[in-house]
């Protein structure tokens, strides 16, 4: 689909690091500001190569793996919009291309690749930020990749990151005394004598966090006056009034315009209402809330979505627009027909095969918020235009859908 534009190389042979010693240092000016804490479990005697398993809430992951596996080599897995006008910088120290959400045999060759050489293949497997500082879905292919590649699994959990610069609003708080555990949770020959089922549901376990939870424990203050400037993206839906779309945010309160109640966001990141019962204080709750609600419309069969959108592709390290196009997601998937340079076209990714997507929030400040679907060879960016929507209900809405068509499996 569209060939007449230059695609990336997915199968181009993957560079060992480069430059690991200036990567090293133009991450710890961050580390230190923030006084990260970086403690090692099981560790001892495990050297490269290793899958290294991250979770991901902000861009400091990557420094704090940095600062983890240094001086060793890794090679990470990076979403095909990172390459933007860097790709050879991005090449030089050995990252691997991923469209986000596909089934890409051609990465699992790569990984394997990289374990023979004896250096460390790095993944996020959330394939996006947090949306609200908990654990975003893991597929149960990890297991699996685990099981195939035959080198001991190492997992590196961060906290307090979402606290520092949330993807709803990325600027910097500021947060200081961040945390991370880097844990060997199998050597080669513990994994051997594991299940893919078995370390799938090791591994999730090992991925329970909420960075809010962790917040409170540690009597971490956020005094940015604006903390909750952006926070409506997320919390789309009132509890008071139930009005979904009609949520909005400034300075330190999350307000909806429908009722007009308002919850104040504390320097501890609770919520409370400035008047009346406070429904949620923690905002996962309300969160997971929000997706009971979409669970229920699935369940019910009643999901639906359709607008028309603004769509770009990135097929390569620039992006085309392509005109409007009409985007349907329902109870059968998600369905992008338009017509580009006289010829249509039609797209669809089946519930059934989409375990979770990537949205944006605003995305490069251009044309709004916007859900990004690929396919092995394409990178769709739709931003939904003269409607209500809520991205954030649009990724809920793929989740439950895949769970509801397989029985609660992931994929």
Request: charge should be positive; hydrophobic fraction near 35%.
């Amino acid at each position: 689909m569209f060939d007449q534009y230059p695609h990336f190389d997915m199968s181009r042979r993957i560079m060992r690091m480069h430059l690991r010693p200036l990567i090293w240092l133009l991450c710890m000016p961050a580390l230190i500001a923030h006084r990260n804490r970086l403690e090692k479990i099981g560790m001892e005697g495990i050297k490269p190569p290793y899958l290294l398993l991250c979770n991901h809430n902000a861009f400091m992951d990557f420094k704090v793996a940095t600062k983890a596996t240094f001086p060793h080599r890794v090679n990470y897995v990076v979403a095909i919009d990172g390459y933007l006008k860097r790709e050879w910088l991005l090449r030089l120290i050995g990252c691997i291309c991923k469209r986000k959400f596909t089934r890409d045999a051609t990465l699992v060759r790569q990984l394997r690749e990289v374990a023979r050489r004896g250096d460390i293949p790095a993944i996020y497997p959330e394939a996006r930020y947090s949306l609200c500082g908990t654990t975003a879905v893991l597929p149960a292919s990890v297991g699996k990749l685990a099981k195939f590649l035959k080198i001991p699994v190492v997992t590196l959990i961060c906290h307090g990151h979402h606290i520092n610069s949330p993807f709803w609003n990325l600027h910097d708080r500021k947060v200081k005394g961040t945390e991370a555990t880097m844990k060997c949770l199998y050597t080669a020959e513990q994994l051997a004598a594991a299940t893919p089922d078995e370390i799938y549901r090791r591994i999730t376990e090992e991925f329970s966090y909420d960075d809010y939870d962790w917040q409170k424990r540690k009597n971490i203050k956020v005094t940015y006056p604006k903390r909750a400037e952006g926070l409506h993206k997320v919390l789309y839906q009132c509890p008071a009034c139930m009005t979904e779309y009609r949520m909005t945010s400034h300075d330190d309160i999350l307000q909806c315009s429908s009722c007009g109640k308002k919850w104040r966001m504390g320097e501890d990141g609770q919520l409370s209402a400035t008047d009346g019962v406070t429904e949620f204080s923690h905002i996962p709750h309300w969160y997971e809330w929000q997706r009971s609600n979409v669970r229920k419309e699935v369940q019910d069969g009643t999901y639906s979505f359709r607008c028309t959108a603004h769509v770009d592709i990135l097929p390569k390290d620039r992006y085309i627009h392509i005109g409007k196009a009409t985007l349907v997601h329902d109870m059968e998937g998600f369905t992008l027909r338009g017509s580009h340079d006289g010829s249509p076209y039609e797209v669809r990714w089946p519930a059934s095969e989409l375990y979770s997507c990537h949205i944006e929030y605003d995305y490069l400040g251009k044309y709004g918020d916007c859900v990004d679907l690929n396919t092995l060879t394409d990178t769709f960016y739709i931003y939904p235009e003269d409607c209500d929507f809520s991205v954030t209900k649009l990724a809920l809405a793929t989740e439950e859908l895949y769970q509801h068509l397989n029985g609660g499996s992931v994929g």
